[in-house]
């Protein structure tokens, strides 16, 4: 019978997307010859108390995966899946690590790069949709933002990458700059419509864009670095026809003052994977 892991000792603190040995998303990540029950998984994600911590069992030739926020599982979570790259790396060797989510099959590559490592996921299957109006003009009330805000270049959507989140972009960076909700309201507002997070960003290039991801549905009122927003963002821009060149690049955390760098890179065969990149980092504090 599984009980409570002495922390210190099983759970690896990483963080996702760094810029060098600065920012990135903190992800804990534990490996396990067999799972615990999943209360137990819950309550060490909650006494990490990083927006996510990825749990993983070596299974056949690959790894079965779950991912807990500190108050719910979540389908899916891309910085978590670059820790736990970086994590099997250090333990494993450089290589390709094929992941079994609780919906998809994926893999995450990762090497060994002095006190970093890169790691690379690829996620799963993108689909998008429009926003419908209501849902539209509640989560501009929730944010304080008015349709004028609003880019149209990218219409606001639903958009999935293995897990849903609503897309809508800015005019301006300094309107991006002031996000601002009460976490309540949004963990509510998130759960009733099934969204992971909302993802604000600002397209300052067609490739370079500015994120900001409220994450209320697992407690967090902002994520320094979210895959999974950057995956779902990278498929709706292919599916609307945006000039991307293969590839954008998302920088997010910067008003958290934890700056964090993803890359996403994709076909343009529609619904394909995309591939989310970037450095990871150690953390040594307790």
Known sequence: MHTDVRLADRVQRIAAFSVGNQGGNPA????????????????????????????????GNGWRVRYFSPESEVPFCGHATIALGAALAREKGDGIFALT???????????????????????????SSGMETDLQAEVLALFGYSANDLDMRIPPARANAGADHLILALKTREQLSAME??????????????????????????????????????????????????????????DIGWAHNGGIDILQGQDMGRPSHLRAEFSFVPGSSVRVSGTARMITEK
Not at 28 to 45: H, L, S
Not at 107 to 124: F, K, M, N, W
Not at 182 to 203: N, P
Request: glycine share 8%; proline share 3%.
């Open 181 to 238: 909700y009460d976490l309540a309201a949004g963990r509510e507002f998130m759960k009733r419509f099934g969204v992971t997070t909302v993802a604000w960003m600002h397209a300052e290039t067609s490739t370079r864009f500015h994120s900001r991801n409220a994450f209320a549905s697992g407690g967090i009122y902002e994520d320094p670095a979210t895959g999974a927003a950057a995956a779902a963002l990278a498929g709706y821009l292919r």
């Open 28 to 59: 804990g990540v534990v490996i396990y010859d067999v799972f615990p029950d999943d209360v137990v998984m819950q309550r060490i994600a909650a006494q990490v108390g990083y927006s996510e911590t990825a749990f993983a069992v070596e299974s």
């Open 101 to 127: 989510t609780n919906n998809a099959d994926i893999t995450v590559e990762a090497q060994q790069a002095g006190d970093l490592i890169r790691a690379a996921l690829q996620s799963p299957a993108t689909r």
